[in-house]
DNA sequence: TTCGCCAACATTGTCGCCAATCCTTGCGTC
DNA sequence: GACGCAAGGATTGGCGACAATGTTGGCGAA
């Protein structure tokens, strides 16, 4: 319910703001999104919201029917499962692809961010390692130089955020982690493909072990 | 420049009307898509056909830049390739969850596409064989009851039917990939995750490797 | 009382028009 | 002759209004 009334007409911002809004919780799941209300919500015009909530339709974070509206989709347990199982393996070829492709710099950043991964663990900064955690994924895909995989794993990131951030605050999830991440960028650094894309499907393995727990609980 | 007049008011048939044209070359690879051409073609109004393009923009078959326009996306050779390479992981996934999940109707219906492609190699039947090789990997994805990966390789499968379509007519691929088809049944029927899943990267590796040959010389 | 029908409401789908933006072409100048 | 610039055309983006559709509540009859 807080206010979110920063005016954008253009359309491209409004799935901005609706996207934001959906991944920070304003917009809870299954919740309906009126084109009207969010017409003078965000201070823009019908057919604005119409167009960015198609375009978010189609990234997968909001469920239309016809003329039936549009809600925030709700992604299950299952689901999420799913697709940690889709980024497992995806997200193993871009290792392995990283592990062949990457530069001496871009070794270096890998590195930068394991012992930036060490040091938050040690201070015990969840926040400073799920950022972290973020910048190794990302990183291992810009380095993969397989855009392709990227923009299936941009999608799939977007769709499951909430479980992922809820992940990260599971206690001693870090220290499971730590090792597995460590792992990941040591088998890269190596240029062993093979063993680059076990330790990435190992460590995704493991979350999806791990998420269960983390159960299909509101956040509120 | 065949008469695709049919006209069809709604949005949504504008959308499988672009979408079938792309894939049969109706438009060619950079054609610009004009709304209004578009609209007068189809006879449908220029919403509907702005509707239509931005759902095909979403799945990866049609490019927009701000202001100025729509084109029908090019996947060039390197993209074709990586398109592959993330088919490979995740039909390797989904091959492995099949084995886990099929039901024996499930496995019956592999053998029985199986028979079917023996039968058509024998025969000489491309198109037949061309037919087979689609349902026989639809029918994985169907077994292995992954929605998330399913909707992954619909959406990469739209976006190079062209180069899959230019694979099968190559002379004697058909032999090459036949037994490779037949090791991936044989494994889901024996119920061995793994070997489905390293036939079923075989099996594309083999794809990736012919995609070369088929060059990206347009078809005409 | 309960079931079924009907009408009013709420919401989305569609259309045509106007403004904003980009590309092209022609002209003038160096 | 080539470069820069401005006017014109072409095309997309945005907006309001109307039509179509699904939903909800009320009313009457069995």
Sequence with gaps: MSAVTSTAGTAEDVVDLVRTAIHQGEFAPNQRLVEADLSVWFGASRAAVRTALLQLTAEGLVERVQNR????RAVSLEEAIEICEVRMVVEGLCAA????RASEDDLDGLREIAAGMRHAVEAGDVFAYSELNRRLHAAVRTVAGQHVAAGVLERLRGQNVRHQFRLALLPGRASVSLPQHLEIVDAICARDPE??????????????DTLPQVGSSPVH
């Design 195 to 208: 063993r680059a894309e076990a330790a990435m499907r190992a460590h995704l393995a493991s979350v999806i």
């Design 69 to 72: 509206g549009a809600r925030v």
């Design 97 to 100: 692809k990283a592990a062949q």
